[in-house]
């Protein structure tokens, strides 16, 4: 009777290391160190980045490469920063996501609070919830787009 429940609390034991170690702070795993890649069309709206943040997260997010366009048949492709003020201009008004950027810049969302990405950015979480991103552009907008970024997500520290 010893002997199986010796057994018993080694494999409990053993079980609850695996466990342990399999909610290991994500900058603990290989997994941070490398970051979550992923594709984010210009033809969609808000995409999940496949992160979940937590109040105090640090979080980087950085283009590492695709190219974007707002009018395949009239403008150029460009990078997450988005459009030149001066190329903007030329661009049908009013279907910005975020007013105060270009057209084409790379935006992101946690919940309701939406900011600019562009090519590289980090930031604090200031509340729980799945990272969306998204062009520059409102969603009755997206049919003449063309083109996606690649981007790198990587949670810095957890909070």
Not at 26 to 40: L, M, N, P, T
Not at 99 to 118: A, P
Not at 127 to 146: S, T
Request: glycine residues 12%; contains cysteine.
């Amino acid at each position: 009777m010893r002997s199986k429940l010796a057994t018993l609390l080694l494999t409990t034991l053993a079980a609850g290391s695996c466990v342990l170690a399999a909610s290991a702070p994500a900058s603990a795993s290989s997994d941070a160190q490398v970051g979550k890649r992923k594709w984010i069309s210009s033809e969609s709206g808000w995409q999940r980045a496949g992160v979940f943040v937590e109040p105090g997260d640090l979080v980087r997010v950085q283009q590492v490469g695709g190219s974007w366009t707002v009018d395949h048949r009239k403008f150029d492709y460009v990078s997450a920063r988005g459009y030149t003020w001066r190329a903007d201009r030329h661009i049908a008004q009013g279907c910005k996501i975020l007013d105060s950027r270009t057209y084409g810049t790379l935006v992101g969302k946690v919940n309701g609070h939406v900011f600019k990405v562009g090519t590289g950015l980090v930031f604090r979480a200031q509340e729980e919830g799945f990272l969306e991103l998204r062009i520059n552009d409102a969603d009755r907008c997206l049919g003449d787009n063309d083109g996606a970024i690649r981007v790198k997500i990587s949670i810095l520290d957890e909070g």
